[in-house]
């Protein structure tokens, strides 16, 4: 039994402690303690979710948000060129992290833009490294299909890409929404064509999602039960929950900072764990992971002395160069073709559909409602005209961002600019994504009518050129960082969202999905009437994040901004590393919980080269 007591950890010795039990942390924690001799402790926040159907259960999707058991709660700051908005930012809490909260979509990005990670200086982070790791991480397990079927919706699946051994249990939806036909139909009229192996390197084009569950369970398959509960009877790892690390404690050695110690909070009390014989990894996610940095003294000194912290290492890159994919919905009543989650207002039909969950695993809640992804190129999305227009305008805009930057963060964001817009020139790689949501997406800006149906497209953008920061709020390591996705402050974001919807409303419009809308819900028809400009204030009044946070500790060379080396070690410090989200330095085209994954896989194996070479 690993779970550990804060008075016993001292009667262990532990060779490495990990900050953050959640999707990076627990891969590698399950990994480094495949050698018996090797001792992990991992310091978790939250507590241990045992049969818990918000999470189980892959219909409930989204229920967890704001429950603080779950959900860590954030909320933005006022977002300036948003309405002054703030807004809610889920992070999951407790074992499994964000995994457990996520929405369960298995996607990847292109080739181009994991090969652009070495380009951006990290030797061996590139689309061979990261889709090994992926694959290492997953068992696919196919559902049966027809031939038919699969032609319908985009399934074609080249069994070498994926997994056939790791913890994760990735598989399709069981049951098929007509409607996603139609959509799909649509698509190709618009020329976006159907992406039947979108897993491959070339992630353009109308694919039927993936999702991270295990189809003979049907419960959700993530961090906690695929890479920590199997290894439960490990006497080597050890896991306390329930702990709330404020700060690791440095001691300067040989012109480096090294980790002596780790500091957290337990019922009140604050405990220390002293005499780790290797490392001190950080895990806790892209708004925490740079949280405990500051709260160490890792950043930029002008922030940390205005919480009165002493700066050990002068690191500006802490907490910058976040990036997030931001989006709105917008939704159609459409004909009643199907039953969808609309129905389930009726309590008959919702109690019927939970007993067919718990006794054949089959019904809507063994599926989600969300399993249809258009993902879109700049030409998709624009005129010839537009998409030069777009250049340009880029161009300038991202030239007045660099200006304002930072001098210590200039030259890393002009590499990352420079990637960006070759990505976007390029008629392969995704710039925007359309989120088929069967039914009415719960969103708080509109308003469902029972006995209605809806279908809802959430319009994202997938490479912000606007960068944000998340930074201390307080001394007070209990309280919520300043999270500022700084959404929109280049004006380029917000015309490409913009231009996303009017994807999405042609779509609406094009045989044969046109013949099942009935018409708009949100944006209404004032809205759409007031044009572009209409647009662009609905998008500034709801826009919220598809929940894929990355940045916060770039993975990047140090005179570019990095906080962490290609071996994720923190600039400046001896035995410190970060493994989580935080570390991609620049946003990818795809939901990025795969590439979690992948990161811990990847940063076990280095660092068991490292201590253990072969
Ligand atoms: C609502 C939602 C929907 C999403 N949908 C999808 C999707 O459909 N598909 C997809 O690919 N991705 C999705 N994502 C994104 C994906 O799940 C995350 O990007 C990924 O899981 C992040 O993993 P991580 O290891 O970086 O951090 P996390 O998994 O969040 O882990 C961080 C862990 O650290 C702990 N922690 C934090 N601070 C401390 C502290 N001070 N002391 C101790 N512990 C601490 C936290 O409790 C947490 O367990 C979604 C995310 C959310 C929130």
Redesign the pocket.
């Known amino acids: 039994m690993p779970f550990v007591t804060a008075a016993k950890i001292q009667s262990h010795r532990i060779d490495y402690v990990i ?7 627990l891969v590698l924690a399950a990994r480094l303690t495949e050698d018996p001799n090797v001792t992990v402790l991992v ?4 507590t241990h979710h045992v049969e818990e159907p918000v999470i189980d259960v892959p219909g409930y ?2 229920r ?2 704001a429950n603080p058991k779950l ?2 709660t954030f909320l933005t700051v006022p977002q300036k060129r948003a309405n002054n908005n703030v807004v809610l ?11 457990h ?7 990847r990005p292109s080739k181009e833009e994991l090969d652009a990670l070495e380009v951006l200086g990290n030797k061996g982070w590139n689309w061979d490294s990261l889709l090994h790791y992926t694959k290492k991480s997953e068992t696919y397990v196919p559902v049966p299909i027809s031939d038919e079927d699969a032609e319908k919706y985009a399934i074609k699946l080249d069994p070498t890409l994926h997994g056939t051994d790791g913890p994760l249990k990735k598989s399709f939806t069981k049951e098929w929404p007509k409607i996603h036909e139609s959509t799909f139909l649509a698509a190709e009229s618009l020329g976006v064509p159907k992406n039947p192996e979108p897993s491959g390197g070339r992630n353009l084009g109308a694919v039927s ?1 993936l ?2 569950v295990d189809p003979v369970t049907a419960k959700r398959s993530y ?1 906690s039960p695929a890479y920590l509960e199997p290894n439960l009877h490990r006497s080597n790892l050890l896991v306390l929950i329930e ?4 700060k690791i404690i440095f001691e300067e050695a040989a012109g480096l900072q090294k980790a002596v110690g780790v500091e ?1 909070l337990k019922d009140g009390t604050v405990h220390r764990v002293v005499g780790v014989q290797r490392e001190y990894i950080i ?7 740079p ?2 940095l500051e709260l160490s003294g890792v950043g930029n000194p002008d922030i940390l002395h205005k919480f009165g912290i002493k700066p050990l290492v002068d690191l500006p890159g802490v907490g910058e160069n976040l990036q997030d994919h931001v989006g709105v919905s917008t939704i159609v009543e459409v004909k009643p073709i199907e039953v969808t989650v609309d129905d389930l207002v009726d309590p008959e039909l919702a109690k019927k559909h939970e007993e067919l969950y718990k006794e054949k695993q089959e019904g809507f809640y063994a599926m989600i409602p ?1 399993s249809g992804n258009i993902f879109l190129s700049a030409e998709h999305i624009g005129s010839d005209s537009d998409v030069k227009n777009w250049q340009e305008h880029m161009h300038t805009q991202s030239t007045e961002t660099l200006a304002k930057v930072n001098p210590a963060l200039r030259s890393g964001l002009e590499k990352q600019y420079a990637i960006q817009r070759e990505l976007f020139a390029s008629k392969e790689q995704a710039q925007a994504e359309v989120l088929q949501y069967v039914g009415h997406q719960p969103v708080p800006y509109a308003k469902f009518t029972p006995g209605k149906h809806y279908n809802s497209f959430f319009c994202a953008l997938m490479h912000p050129l606007s960068r944000g920061s998340v930074h201390l709020a307080s001394s007070d ?1 209990l309280a919520s960082p300043a999270i500022d996705p700084n959404y929109f402050a280049n004006e380029a974001d917000l015309d490409l969202v913009v231009h996303t919807i009017e994807f999405a409303l042609k779509l609406n419009k094009t045989p044969p999905l046109d013949a099942l809308v009935i018409g708009p819900h949100i944006p209404s028809k004032e809205v759409l009437e007031k044009g572009k400009a209409g647009l662009e204030e609905y998008v500034k009044a709801n826009c919220g994040p ?5 940045g916060t500790a770039s993975m990047l060379p140090r005179e570019d901004g990095g906080v962490v080396d290609a071996t994720l070690k923190v600039y400046g410090t001896s035995n410190v590393r970060v ?4 570390i991609l330095p620049m946003e990818l085209s ?7 994954y992948a ?2 896989e990847k940063a076990a194996d280095i660092l068991k080269s490292e201590h253990f070479p072969a």
């Open positions: 900050i953050g039990g959640g999707t990076a942390g310091i978790e926040a939250g999707m989204g967890g948000i959900d860590w930012q889920p992070r999951g809490k407790g074992l499994g992290g964000s995994s909260a996520n929405f369960l979509g298995m996607f999602a999702i991270s961090a702990a709330h690390v404020t957290f895990a806790a996610g892209t708004f925490q992971t949280q405990i969300a390591p598809v929940f894929h946070p990355v493994v989580d989200a935080s795809c939901h990025i919980q795969s590439l979690t990161i811990g």
